[in-house]
DNA sequence: TTTCTCTTTATAAAATCTTTATACATCCGT
DNA sequence: ACGGATGTATAAAGATTTTATAAAGAGAAA
């Protein structure tokens, strides 16, 4: 991944405009919506790297949304608003938005903390490349390897297996999988998990049968484990 | 770990008075340093959990002081300035600052300001791991081990476990056992709870039918020791 | 179209939980 | 010490839930 997926939930044109431009002008790409009914669901289907949220939505309350975002959402939010109270500020911050900006900012700082809550968030998860036995894991690339022939994995594979590898040695819920890869709608799904698990248990384990990475916790989830070499 | 040791890097006596009675009184521990050779010194020494660094250090450039830190620093640092150009926050933003307040600052937003950074960072890494002689137990990745072996226990033996471990000492009646990992409409199958102890003594005790680990006590329930090694 | 991927369905296999059976232990009054 | 009452341990059969896998159908992209 070379630039990060940014969305903004604003109702202003002007302003919607405005970080558009300036963000895409940095190689960023961005997705918009303008409601926060509208917000909720692309974030949901786009899985952005980070949202800029605005806290003055016309259908429902900023810090409403935040909470609901944040009971699954785990990228950095941004908050964008022209409340510049200390009250505001505070709630927004302990319902978990990462930074608070009020409008109207400056541009080249929004910037600069726009790249301070990538760098943090991306920190963590970066271990560019993974090496679990005969397997490459390159999650900054997308890529992965076995025994250093590129393998075919398909999206949905691939966030699967980045997760694992993101996780290593914890067990999974269904719960928790479902909704990282698919979305908070597919909690119940279990049976795609299977499915997909099985796929790349084919493409992965070196016999899929006794797998010795993905390792079944039976009614609970999945535990990626990794031999390192 | 109950609350975050913060390192206060500050040459005002009396915003290194008010910083500290604002932690101190927010149940943070607080270290402070003068300059930014001390500050480095006592960075290295103590391993604070976040550093409150001020750009204007008498014996050197702030910036400076925060790149040098970055090299090998990587818990939050927040930066209190009375700089305010744009200039300034992005230079520190993009030297790996977390946050920039410029000061004079509100006290509950720097504190909720805080909160934010040391949440991020501390999200993933902590992992309480509980050892009792040759056992030991992840509660955050749902693992026990053995002998340094991963035991395959069930959804309910962890259950059952996991109980255990976090009221060790204490003896557990049987029904609250049940309706803790059954639910209230088991009080009365404490055959259950014969049959998935047995399983437990099974798989973590060095001598099942010697148990050193899960003491019966005959007629109330059980009870969980724990030898620390 | 053709190909690729995701979704859905079906079914067999595996794992786990529940129930039953039986043996053992301990306490207590005689 | 004996016998009964109560409580516990364990194995193993049975029932149920969960998982693995193939394969067909649907939908989107090349």
Request: aromatic share 6%; hydrophobic share 40%; glycine share 4%.
């Amino acid at each position: 991944m070379d630039k990060a997926d940014i969305l903004i939930i604003d109702d202003e044109i002007q302003m919607q405009k405005l970080l558009e431009i300036t963000l895409q002008s940095n190689q960023y790409r961005v997705s918009h919506a303008a409601t926060a009914k509208e917000g909720m669901m692309t974030a949901a289907s786009h899985q952005p790297d980070m949202i800029l949220l605005d806290l003055g939505l016309p259908d429902e309350d900023g810090h409403k949304v935040l909470q609901r975002l944040r009971e699954w959402y785990t990228n950095p939010v941004i908050i964008l608003s022209v409340q510049s109270s200390e009250e505001d500020i505070v709630k927004a911050l302990d319902n978990g938005a990462n930074d608070y900006l009020v409008k109207p900012f400056r541009t080249r700082e929004l910037l600069a903390r726009i790249r301070s809550a990538l760098r943090s968030s991306f920190s963590e998860e970066n271990t560019p490349v993974l090496t679990c036995e005969d397997l490459q894991i390159d999650l900054s690339a997308r890529t992965v390897k076995r025994k250093n022939e590129f393998i075919k994995l398909t999206a949905t594979e691939y966030n699967l297996l980045s997760l694992f590898v993101r996780h290593e040695g914890k067990v999974l819920t269904h719960q928790y999988l479902l909704r990282e890869v698919w979305g908070p709608g597919y909690i119940n799904q279990s049976q795609y998990l299977r499915v997909f698990i099985a796929q790349l248990r084919k493409k992965i384990e070196t016999d899929p049968n006794r797998p010795e990475m993905i390792i079944t916790e039976s009614g609970v989830g999945y535990r990626f484990v990794c031999k390192e070499s």
